[in-house]
């Protein structure tokens, strides 16, 4: 197969399981907690590195802001032989007792947002893959990580959710808001591939912090600190799954 346009990769340049951020520099932390690593392509909110983390290979690829970008990476990675994605992210809390620092793993995403309309319809279910979800929460209780495990929304317009979104979240029972999971599941789904998500909470808009809002730094402090925790759940749910 010929090289991907965005993420520049070929077949047999990519591992089976792939770790995927939003952040292009959160591949680099990533890559940072593993045994080895090397950089295979960066182009755009595509950065990829291949490395091996207590034995297994793995790649990391960042998927940049929001459900577009995310597909065209998950698009792609499935072209190239990848059957297991873990997004590694941030994420805002809906509930009031859910802290900044603390992490979520997602049983579902709520269809807030547009891309996943194009390939089916808004009643399909945006689900992670079973052995995925119980790796990273079995990963975490064994770290004796506390985890938050439940349902998420994935929304379009970060600017856009105004007081009226956040009071129906909440009231709904969602744990918290991001930009990539629906699309993330829900391809993986159609696709034949395994997909999990575990997000570090860097804002509560219940309380209505949000990440910058109290710092200099894009995420505060604690959740900084706890993003390398979340990173070292998913590594071992890697080497689990593999």
Known sequence: MAKQPHLLVEEGEVNEIALIPGDPGRVDRIAGQCDDSEVVAENREYKLVNATYDGVALTICSTGIGCPSAAIAIEELHNVGCETVIRVGTTGALQSDIEIGDMIVATGAAKDEG??????????????????????????????????????????????????????????????????????????????????????????????????ATDDDELPEKARNNVERAIDVSLDAVAALS
């Open 115 to 212: 891309t996943t309309r194009r390939y089916e319809s808004v009643t399909y279910p945006a689900v992670p893959e079973y052995g995925v979800l119980s790796a990273l929460v079995e990963g975490a209780e064994e770290r004796g990580e506390e985890v938050h495990v439940g349902p998420i929304a994935s929304d379009d317009a970060y600017y856009a959710e105004t007081d009226e979104y956040v009071d129906e979240w909440e009231a709904a029972g969602i744990l918290s808001v991001e930009m990539e999971a629906a699309a993330v599941f829900s391809l993986a789904r159609r696709k034949g591939m395994a997909a999990g998500a575990i997000c570090t909470v860097d804002g509560n808009l219940v309380e209505g912090t949000q990440k910058g």
